[in-house]
């Protein structure tokens, strides 16, 4: 049984910084593409970042581009998201997911497993 679990959110005031992890079980993911999404109340949710497991390539959504950092530790299986400089506008729920294939997309219904979410509160 696959299992995404994150970890890592919390409360913090602009400007200061949290990490995710997302540590991944029950299948290899070694050609699999890993992406963090968001979902703040009452919108939809969007894709934040993502990365090949395999070449470990890294890609952003334009907002957070700078400002957060997406890598994994194949020896743990372990994903993380690096946030920094947050920004009142991150607060969200932030959920791993995982897509069996190595294309990168940003649609969400091509992620096959997810996580539970944690959620991310930046204060102003």
């Known amino acids: 049984q696959v299992q995404l679990v994150e970890s890592g959110g919390g409360l913090v005031q602009a400007g200061g910084s949290l990490r995710l992890s997302c540590a991944a079980s029950g299948r290899t993911f070694s050609n699999s593409v890993m992406g963090w999404f968001r979902q703040a109340p009452g919108k939809e949710r969007e894709f934040v970042a993502a990365?090949?497991?395999?070449?470990?390539?890294?890609y952003y959504t334009d907002s957070v581009k700078g400002r957060f950092t997406i890598s994994r530790d194949n020896a743990k299986n372990t994903v993380y998201l690096q946030m920094n400089s947050l920004k009142p506008e991150d607060t969200a729920v932030y959920y791993c997911?995982?897509?069996?294939?190595?294309?990168?997309?940003?649609?969400?219904?091509?992620?096959?497993?997810w996580g539970q979410g944690t959620q991310v509160t930046v204060s102003s």
């Open positions: 997911a995982a897509d069996r294939t190595s294309i990168v997309r940003m649609n969400s219904r091509f992620y096959d497993n």
């Open positions: 990365i090949t497991w395999s070449a470990g390539s890294t």
